[in-house]
């Protein structure tokens, strides 16, 4: 749902931005079954898999102690030199259509537990960059945020973006061995099945502590920027000319022609203004905004 191309490069800049913190070992590891174990340095671990899934919705899905053995397995992780069909960038993850629910919008959950060892300082989340479309996270059952809201009959979305959110302190303490449940509810809107392959996560969230995870959501927000960048300079060039056809029109009015250029150079700045605001804040819904598809190549 975002300039999603940008990845590769954030994936290269975290690692730029975290190394002078200090590494420690930092892994996630599978041990028990359904439990994956994240034992933490100075660092993020990226929440591949194995993700258990499910179609639907269901609030008691949220409970940590909720069975869910006999859901789906999926993994976040993208395959080697995997092509978006309709992006043409590198590093994405199938949405839920593309592993056995095509054509399948509405509501969708993902819950995975970790184990997680080496934790002395304040933890927290880094969600996605593309997902469809909006989302909650819950942590052992507690909503701790989410992207959109749900306060609706229908979730209301947005253009995705960086997301952090800060984890609870007791969230470890609620569990002997330091386990939690971490688990999210997925809503996607039935236009957003006219894109490739969609639904739910695109790439893994990333874990971590939460001055790590503050580091690579900058770094995230900056490469936001910077992929929109110009698009708002499109809007500027477009209101600049506008102006200039404007200012020959007052000259000699008499070229009514000028006319059209004007109308087009204005509803082109206004457009483009609208799309960059659109994909950098949360002060339009994306029911109200233009359709992802017609700027896809201005974010490539």
Same mark, same amino acid.
């Given at each position: 749902m975002n300039g999603a191309c940008m990845k590769k490069t954030v994936a290269v800049l975290l690692w730029i931005v975290l190394a002078p913190i200090g590494l420690r070992a930092a892994n996630a590891s599978t041990t028990d =079954?359904? #439990? #994956?174990? =994240? #034992?933490?340095?100075?660092?993020?671990?990226?929440? #591949?898999?194995?993700?258990? $899934?499910?179609?639907?919705d269901d609030a008691k899905w949220a409970d940590p102690n909720f069975d869910?053995?006999?859901?789906?397995? =999926?993994?976040?992780?993208?395959?080697?030199?995997?092509?978006?069909?309709?992006?043409? @960038?590198?590093?994405?993850?199938?949405g839920w259509t593309g592993k056995g629910h095509a054509g399948y919008a509405g509501y969708a959950w993902y819950r995975m537990r970790i184990r997680v060892q080496g934790a002395d300082e304040p933890l927290a989340l880094l969600a996605p960059t593309d997902v469809d479309d909006s989302y909650q996270l819950f942590v052992n059952g507690r909503l701790i945020g989410e992207f959109g809201s749900f306060t609706g009959s229908v979730p209301t979305i947005y253009y995705s973006r960086p997301l952090k959110f800060g984890l609870p302190a007791d969230v470890l303490h609620q569990s002997p061995d330091g386990t939690m449940e971490v688990a999210f509810r997925f809503y996607m809107a039935p236009r957003t099945l006219l894109q490739s392959l969609p639904g739910g996560m695109h790439a893994p969230p990333i874990f971590g502590f939460a001055n790590a995870i503050t580091a690579a959501y900058h770094v995230a927000w900056e490469e936001q920027y910077r992929a929109v960048s110009s698009i708002l300079a499109d809007s500027v060039l477009?209101?600049? $000319?506008? @102006?200039?056809?404007?200012?020959?029109? =007052? $000259?000699?009015?008499?070229?009514?022609?000028?006319?059209w250029p004007i109308s087009a150079c204005l509803a082109s700045g206004v457009w483009l203004a609208v799309l960059f605001f659109s994909l950098t804040t949360q002060w339009m819904s994306a029911c109200c905004k233009p359709s992802f598809s017609l700027c896809s190549t201005q974010l490539v």
């Open positions: =079954v359904g #439990t #994956t174990r =994240v #034992t933490l340095g100075h660092s993020v671990v990226p929440l #591949t898999g194995p993700w258990k $899934f499910h179609v639907g869910d053995g006999d859901w789906e397995v =999926v993994d976040l992780g993208a395959k080697k030199e995997s092509i978006d069909p309709a992006m043409g @960038f590198e590093g994405f993850s199938p477009n209101f600049a $000319f506008g @102006f200039l056809i404007l200012m020959l029109y =007052v $000259f000699d009015r008499t070229e009514k022609i000028l006319l």
